[in-house]
């Protein structure tokens, strides 16, 4: 039977992350054990996590690294917890979050035993937000509508799939609902640990180019809650608008320089230039007039539209008005 690593993070959210451990507990015919990483979370909640600890059973195992202000970071816990893993395939969870089908580890078990050699298994999940769901497509939910002439699923109801299938998605498959050949992730490093933001976004593409074989199961087996942004509790709502950008070019590069496939680094540029122009935009609407320009102006060279050359040259002037007025100051 293929055994299952889940590894479920966690920092400063005990009460969360004792549901979220209940939906991994709660899975049915399935071999699994779950490795816990606790993020270095404050003093005041090691009696909670300890009392969570001391409710487990054999197939649990308690990770405590250091405290840091900000902790060593989503991909850094990620990427010690697969270390620690002995399970065939690796599963992720975020404290905050839910799986909502009990059969998600049979299933995939029984697609990786059809498949015979599985690097990659991929499902779908919804987004809430402050109790309401949000409306899809937000990862990858909507490809059988972009691709209607996939594979017919086998007798799991999963597709096989390919990097230029899936990359006509919305969007990308949340680590939550993403289960990876134990092998296969060591062989890719893990996560980026430079990265503070979307690192699981990077994973994701540089898995899809290396796997070969790819399981897409429609299902929709987890409850991803989206950040607040008025809230300071994760990654996402800690790091500023910039650094995501920033962070988002690293990866977008990264695949345009590495990919195999040529329709990863096709998706790279033109999202690289996407994110160019809203890091311009959003530099412009702060007052940064100069710094948003030299944006622009790449932007324009990764991608050139007479639109975005409209927009390139309003920048720079913006950014001679602005330099001309702090010289007369």
């Not at 998600?104 to 298994?121: C, N, Q, T, V």
């Not at 935009?281 to 102006?297: F, I, K, Q, V």
Request: include cysteine; aromatic fraction near 8%; proline fraction near 5%.
């Amino acid at each position: 039977m293929t055994r299952f690593s889940v590894i479920l993070p966690t920092r400063d959210r005990p009460e969360l992350f004792r549901q979220a451990l209940g939906s991994v507990l709660a899975q049915s015919d399935a071999e699994f054990n779950i490795v816990v990483v606790n993020d270095g979370s404050d003093p005041t909640h090691a009696a909670a996590y300890g009392a969570i600890e001391a409710e487990s059973d054999g197939r649990m195992q308690f990770l405590e690294l250091a405290h840091r202000s900000r902790g060593h970071g989503p991909s850094y816990a990620l990427n010690t917890g697969a270390a620690h893993a002995c399970g065939d395939y690796l599963c992720f969870l975020d404290d905050d979050d839910l799986w909502t089908d009990p059969y998600h580890l049979s299933r995939a078990a029984r697609a990786i035993a059809l498949a015979g050699d599985l690097d990659l298994y991929l499902a779908d999940q919804e987004a809430w937000s402050d109790g309401a769901i949000q409306p899809p497509p937000i990862w990858i939910e909507d490809l059988l509508a972009h691709v209607p002439d996939l594979l017919p699923p086998d007798q799991s109801g999963c597709h096989a799939v390919t990097p230029d299938e899936l990359l006509r998605a919305n969007g990308f498959c949340h680590l939550n609902t993403l289960i990876v050949r134990r092998a296969l992730f060591m062989e890719l490093g893990g996560l980026d640990e430079s990265l503070r933001y979307e690192s699981d976004r990077d994973f994701y593409l540089r898995a899809i180019d290396r796997a070969s074989t790819i399981r897409y199961a429609p299902f929709r087996v987890a409850r991803h809650h989206v950040p607040v942004a008025a809230r300071a509790a994760n990654v996402s709502t800690m790091v500023s608008t910039a650094e995501k950008r920033l962070c988002q070019l690293r990866l977008l590069d990264k695949q345009i320089l590495s990919a195999r496939w040529p329709e990863i680094r096709q998706y790279a540029w033109m999202h690289k230039a996407y994110t160019l122009q809203k890091l311009a935009d959003e530099l412009a609407g702060a007052g940064l007039c100069r710094t948003a320009a030299r944006y622009a102006r790449e932007a324009l060279a990764v991608r050139p539209s007479a639109g975005w050359l409209a927009m390139t040259m309003l920048y720079g002037a913006r950014s001679l008005v602005s330099g001309f007025r702090s010289n007369k100051d």
